[in-house]
């Protein structure tokens, strides 16, 4: 997002009216009701605004900023927290109801905002230096002051953390790093079954399709795929994903490239892991997990037949986490492989091992502690 793109926000403060950009990876609208707040206010009635819908421009020292969002956080979790009402009906009310908590809360959370300038500094006593993260994050400095949700400011610090660490990857031999608002490949068991499943006869190609960190892609060429072509369409998913192919030394064998879905021409072997549950995602990191109305799914399938080499296999890793939420049914699923030309070869399945699977206090535990994870092998229907 470049500054000079950014909303304008306005708020009265010094008894003037104070104006400049506005940040929200969320798309969230400028706030038009903004008090000031610093070290004398108090927790409870910080929360108290903010649940009343009023934003706090943070102007006191920044770790005591930290201090609050602390308190404020743990207070949301107990208004939030708890089961309220009548006990939903159905896994996917479930799912309703907790995506529809978790956006109040984050609503919330998010109107506690502080100013961050230009160059990416903080104005505030003891700020930490957050310019490399702001770089990373929204690209360089644009020549506007601007505000932003604490909370997403704290969001892009641990995101370029992470992405400074790198998540190692036994598979890749050696660690990926994924920047922010893409996708981190923390859950290991849909790599391991890319790592692990039979490669197609003659496999020398192979496209990666909506490749995000460029995890799969490299997976394959560590498997030994002489050319894996690997596609998206978000600008930071293809720096990412560039960026890991090179730290791993893979230049030679991946090549990135912006595409919607499908590059070019044929392959035998064409991997997709895409979102697994059907919804709306609210942040940018959320579209690797949310898939409006399955669009990426039902892309891939309608489109697979055309993009596949005769004999290849074309690979979908999806968890059947949507089917036990009671969001997309076997049936419709085994329906869009059919009018796609497709047939099932095979399937490899495993468990997630995640520690949300053991958290009964989770909305969806049920769901999460019987969810599997699987990589459809798909080739072209044979005719009758």
């Known amino acids: 997002m470049e500054s000079n793109q950014l909303p304008e926000i306005r708020w009265q403060e010094g008894g003037r009216e104070q104006v400049a950009g506005w940040r929200s990876e969320a798309g969230v609208a400028p706030h038009a009701d903004i008090r000031i707040a610093d070290d004398r206010t108090a927790a409870d009635e910080a929360y108290r605004l903010l649940e009343a819908g009023t934003a706090l421009l943070w102007r006191g020292d920044w770790v005591n900023a930290r201090h609050l969002m602390q308190a404020l956080t743990k207070r949301a979790d107990r208004r939030f ?59 360089e400095v644009g020549g506007e002051a601007s505000l932003i949700a604490l909370r997403e400011l704290l969001a892009v610090i641990s995101a370029h953390e992470w992405r400074k660490k790198g998540v190692p990857v ?99 072997l064409v991997v997709c892991n895409p979102p697994w549950l059907p919804a709306q995602p609210t942040s940018p990191v959320e579209y690797a997990v949310y898939d409006p109305d399955s669009r990426m799914l039902r892309g891939f399938l309608a489109g697979l ?26 049936q419709q699923l085994m329906a869009w ?7 099932v070869l095979g399937r490899l399945d495993t468990r997630p091992k995640h520690p949300k699977v053991q958290d009964a206090s989770d909305p969806l535990h049920a769901a999460r502690a019987a969810e599997v994870t699987s990589l459809w092998r798909l080739g072209k229907k044979k005719p009758a």
Not at 97 to 105: F, L, S, V
Not at 311 to 324: K, P
């Open 305 to 330: 037949a055309a993009h596949l080499a005769d004999g290849g296999e074309g690979w979908l890793i999806i968890s059947d986490i949507a089917e036990l939420l009671g969001l997309r049914s076997r």
């Open 170 to 268: 036994p598979a890749v031999q050696g660690r990926i790093h994924p920047h922010y608002g893409v996708f981190s490949p923390v859950r290991g068991e849909y790599v391991d079954l890319v790592a692990s499943a039979p490669l197609p006869a003659g496999g020398d190609l192979a496209f990666d399709i909506g490749t995000g960190s460029g995890i799969i892609a490299a997976v394959l060429a560590r498997r030994g795929v002489k050319q894996i072509v690997a596609t998206d369409q978000d600008a930071r998913a293809l720096a990412c994903a560039t960026e890991n192919i090179e730290h791993l030394g893979l230049a030679a064998e991946v090549v990135v490239i912006k595409a919607d879905l499908f590059p070019e021409g044929k392959a035998p």
């Open 81 to 139: 927290g708890a089961a309220r009402g009548k006990a939903p009906k159905t896994p996917a009310e479930a799912f309703a109801r907790h995506r529809e908590t978790q956006g109040k809360r984050a609503a919330l959370l998010n109107r506690l905002l502080v100013p961050l300038n230009a160059d990416y500094t903080v104005p505030l006593r003891r700020a930490q230096d957050v310019a490399e993260a702001c770089r990373a994050a929204y690209g």
């Open 337 to 343: 492989i059919a009018d796609g030309g497709l047939q």
